[in-house]
């Protein structure tokens, strides 16, 4: 009953975002600091209105309002619980915070608003220079005309006009003066124009895709939810079904050890030795598999001084996640250079057992992964016509802390490290240091409020270890976000660079997505 309840108020939450959806803007990217946080926050906007909400019991109380919408009767409480004012109270006090808060749609028609104000001013803009090219013309009639009168006078009347053409002048070059002016505020408003209609389209950009954004997190939680209303109700019926079959099983139980203890009455003696017998059988097993694991120990350490006496080459490198695995020409051999010889890495479980080709490890240098842990890596060596093998002496043991540190990343929504990128679609790239994203639902790769990448978890999603060339193997992770775009990025250590892989790939295989190298 319980389970249906719950399952019942989920639905009707849900109902009650969908009608209001279109009414509650996105408030994700107001400013730059608060692009990086998930758009799942449109429904903690959402849920954080009642999340709080606790009611001493399953109906709803009754009190009285007086004067001003204040409560003057209120019901008994329980000490464990708030009272029904505070709750209200809250509840306002929220709801006034969330209608104050500026959205990105509001931010746009802002925008808009005031790009219609700088189209008004280069309106009148033009309009002006109408005007002055107007008054530059009655200024030079005005003077052509003096001109003409100056000619027909004498005397004083001559001076007059001297004096008036003069003015006529001095009101010509300060009009000219006035225009430079004008010509120079008319820049900066088509300036200003075109600065205001980018940012409007940016804010609509912006408000159709955290829109989109928030949709496909609605739909996501419409699933789980319903999933986790069928999970519940299942359970319940499993539970019911045990319960109702909870005597038949004592009851059997019960036959078993009567069974038993009248066995042991009649024949106590057979069954003790039966006992010893198999007592016996498990300690020649143990020691036979002790034996057993000896001698093969001992069978690899020969054919591991064999292959080392015939092969000029040898692997150095600790055999830990974290470290760096190279080749190099043994010193007592004459073998050709490394640099003229061409390599492939592989995994196996153990050194007997059919070894996986690593995608794209072609060089004398391979830094393992954590998929690379328990498992055994070789390398094929080959130099003019000649193919020698080299093998790790173990299995590649794990890094020490990367668990706890894992751990505690997955306590946060969102896991943030600081990378460089080193190469971009394959091509050497020099770059600040940007911000690698793991969250529960996508990645993404930024720089303050610019996304360089940003996907959800999909089948073309890859994301592993480096594999090529690159300045710090053990540092350097390959992502690919789409078919089309790849970055190499350099973590600041080997545990954060272990811990994004692993981190990733938990939360790939939740969606029901696995994260690997190319062609794996």
């Known amino acids: ?134 008054g530059h013309v009655m200024l030079k009639k005005l003077r052509d005309a003096l001109e003409s009168m100056r000619g027909r006078m004498d005397g004083r009347n001559k001076e007059a006009v001297e004096k008036a053409i003069s003015m006529v002048e001095a009101l010509a070059v300060k009009l000219t003066q006035h225009e430079g002016v004008f010509i120079q505020e008319k820049t900066e408003v088509k300036k200003l124009a075109s600065f205001l209609k980018q940012a409007s389209e940016d804010a609509k950009k912006l408000v159709n895709q955290e829109r989109s954004f928030a949709c496909a997190e609605i739909d996501s939680a419409r699933t789980l939810v319903m999933r986790l209303g069928g999970a519940f109700e299942e359970q319940e019926l499993c539970s019911k079904a045990s319960r109702a079959q909870e005597p038949n099983v004592e009851k059997l139980v019960e036959e078993v050890q009567e069974a038993r203890r009248i066995k042991r009455m009649h024949q106590p003696t057979k069954v003790m030795g039966m006992q010893h017998e198999i007592h016996d059988l498990k300690s020649q097993i143990q020691e036979k598999s002790a034996y057993s694991i000896k001698l093969q120990r001992e069978i690899a350490i020969i054919k591991r001084a064999e292959g080392s006496k015939s092969c000029p080459y040898v692997l150095d490198g600790a055999q830990t996640l974290g470290s760096c695995l190279k080749i190099h020409a043994s010193s007592d051999s004459n073998a050709s250079d490394i640099s003229k010889c061409s390599f492939q890495w592989y995994r196996a479980a153990s050194e007997s057992s059919r070894r996986e080709a690593i995608s794209g490890a072609n060089q004398s240098v391979y830094a393992p992964e954590p998929y690379d842990v328990g498992r055994v890596i070789q390398a094929d060596i080959l130099c003019n016509g000649q193919k020698f093998t080299v093998t790790t002496e173990g299995p590649i043991n794990t890094a020490s802390g990367l668990q706890s540190r894992v751990e505690s990343l997955m306590r946060k929504s969102n896991s943030e490290f600081t990378v460089v990128i080193s190469q971009m679609n394959g091509q050497d790239h020099v770059s600040r240091s940007h911000v690698f994203t793991v969250g529960k639902a996508r990645v993404k790769l930024s720089r303050g409020w610019i996304t360089k990448a940003r996907e959800i978890y999909s089948n073309s999603m890859q994301l592993c270890g480096v594999r090529g060339n690159a300045n710090a193997p053990a540092k350097a992770l390959f992502w690919q976000p789409r078919k089309g775009l790849s970055f190499l990025l350099t973590f600041e250590s080997e545990q954060e660079r272990n811990a994004a892989i692993v981190l990733s790939r938990k939360y790939a295989y939740d969606c029901s997505v696995t994260l690997v190298g190319p062609d794996d």
């Open 1 to 134: 009953m319980m389970i249906s309840q719950t399952s019942c108020f989920w639905e009707e939450r849900l109902k009650n975002y969908n009608k209001t959806k279109d009414k509650i803007p996105t408030m994700t990217k107001v400013c730059p600091e608060m692009q990086e946080k998930k758009v799942c926050e449109a429904v903690v906007v959402v849920e954080a209105i009642s999340a709080d909400v606790s009611f001493a019991s399953n109906q709803f109380p009754s009190y009285k309002l007086g004067p001003d919408d204040q409560i003057v009767d209120e019901p008994k409480e329980n000490e464990k619980h708030p009272s029904v004012k505070d709750v209200v109270d809250k509840e306002t006090g929220d709801l006034s915070d969330q209608h104050k808060r500026l959205s990105v749609r509001d931010l746009a028609c802002k925008f808009d608003k005031n790009l219609a104000a700088a189209a008004k001013l280069v309106d009148e803009a033009k309009l002006s220079e109408v005007t002055s090219l107007e």
